[in-house]
C-alpha cells in the first residue's frame, strides 16, 4: 500500500522526503530511503505496477536440509561443489554450514582402516593371551625394540685467553648444521633394559639386529 503513497502522495523527486512521509503514516522502519529510491525510478519509467516480480526457482531456505544431506553423504565433499549442484550461491552455503556448527577439520592417519572382522580378530587374539599368561606366564619375559632417528646440532662455543678486565672474544656464530644419528632402543616391563646409538650414517640391519639380540642374552 505504501508504494502507491510515492506516486500519488510526492510529485517532486525527493526521495528522502517520500521515505519520511511514508514512515510516518506506516512506522519508522516501513521503508527505506533506498527502496524509496527504487521505486521512484520505477515510476519515472512508466512502470505503475507495484506487485513484486516472479522470482525463478525456489527460495534457499528450501535448500538447507538438502546442504546437510550432501555433506553427511560426503564429508570431503567441497562447498563449491555442495553450492553448484543445488544451484544456489557458495557463500550461502558455508554461512548456513556454520550456523550449524560445522567446520573443516583435518582427516586424522591410521595405518590402515580396520574391517569389523579385524576388530573381532583383535579382541579374540588379546583374550587368548591373557587367557594363556593366567596358566603360562610369558608376558613379563617379553623383550620389545625399537629404533628412532635422533637430530641434533654439533655447533659448541669454544673458550679463549682472556685476561681478567678483557672482554671475550668475538665469534661468529656458524649456521645450523642439521645431524641425526640412529637410536636402537630395547625394554621389558621393568624398564629400559638397553639402547644404543649408531655411528652417524649407520642404519639398522639384520647382522645389526642379531648382534644386539646376542648382547641381550
Known sequence: MWRGHIDRKLKANNTTQAAKIICDVYGPNAVSVRVTQIWFKRFQSGNFDIKDARRSGRPVMDKI???FEKVE??????????????GIDHKTVLAHLKKAGYTKKLDIWVPHELTERNLMNRVLIGDSLIRRNETEPFLKKLITGD??????????????????????????????????VMLC?????????HYELLPPGRTIDCELYRKQLMRLK
Open 65 to 67: 536440509d538438502a546442504i
Open 185 to 193: 632402543i630395547w625394554w621389558d616391563w621393568k624398564g629400559i633394559i
Open 147 to 180: 629404533e628412532k632417528w635422533i637430530t641434533y646440532d654439533k655447533n659448541v662455543r669454544k673458550r679463549s685467553w682472556s685476561k681478567a678486565a678483557q672482554a671475550s672474544q668475538t665469534v661468529a656464530k656458524p649456521g645450523l648444521s642439521r645431524n641425526k
Open 73 to 86: 553423504q560426503d564429508r570431503h565433499i567441497c562447498s563449491y561443489d555442495v553450492a553448484r549442484e543445488l
